[in-house]
């Protein structure tokens, strides 16, 4: 696993690729390789087969139901093995608890980088859903760029691409962290880099001497980029105030970003979290239109 810190571009030499074979999968599959051709990484694809679709079957047709399926995960995976001709890479079939198995092959191949898509499918498809999708990229060590169920989907009509970038932060652990992958990728892919702070609380002990604050925190984004990074970029700085996720969502709009990075703060139940409020990163991952790259503190 490569740390990246403000002053070094990062390394991707390992991708992990969990898919459902769903359509969001196969969006987020043209993202996987836009990485892996950049990086000359490879690209670890696998597919989970979760206790819980086993239980979805009738058990008097158990047997058969499980057989069938697994002759169909065989075979989708191994279409999947033909498109990445040309790419390195590695197939696995795995049966378990989601995060169980995807904790053990990030270790284990060392994963730089996980790219997933989430949509609202059901059945052999239900692999990656909502709150399963929150717990990967707020468990993970690594980043996480998640494809989710109204991103534009990238293939034979819409190129994969990471032309203009946003990335959003309040400043903290977790979007220093995931300050340097912005900037990073921004350089390796030549893009537009747009740094953006919301307020929440105008009214509040900022009210007082709104500008001279907004000036402060103009200088702590500029501060992001180092200075060698001028060479390639000049980044757009925004400060607005509102609700982080619907501005960072309408800020993706008007830009037309291709991607969003933003920080994913750790929680301890990311699942049960999930039920009592919509935290901001899994709400922008839920509704952005482009891709979405989380990074942990």
Known sequence: MTIASPTTRIGVKNILFPTDFSSQSDAAFEYAKLLARRYD????????VTPELYGALPAEALSAAVASMRREVH?????LHRQMQGLQ????????PLWEVLYLLIGKHDIDFV??????RTGLERMLLGSAAEEIFRRA????????????????NREAKFERILFATDFSAASDAAAAYAVSLAQEYQSHLTLLHVIEDPKG????????????????LRALVPREAELWCEPEI???CGKPADRILAAQTDRGSDLIVLGARKTEHPV?????????????????????????E
């Open 41 to 48: 990484a490879t690209i670890h694809a696998v597919h989970v």
């Open 75 to 79: 075979e989708r995976m191994d279409g």
């Open 89 to 96: 890479h590695a197939t696995f079939i795995s049966e378990g």
């Open 115 to 120: 790219v997933l898509g989430t949509s609202a």
């Open 141 to 156: 060590e690594v980043p996480v760029l998640t494809v989710g169920p109204h991103a534009y989907p990238a293939g034979k």
């Open 205 to 220: 002990e900022f009210a007082v001497d709104y500008a001279r604050v907004v000036a402060y925190l103009g200088e702590k």
């Open 238 to 240: 925004v400060i607005v």
């Open 272 to 296: 049960t979290a999930t039920h009592f409020r919509w935290p901001t990163a899994a709400h922008v991952v839920h509704d952005a239109t482009c891709p979405v790259v989380t990074v942990r």
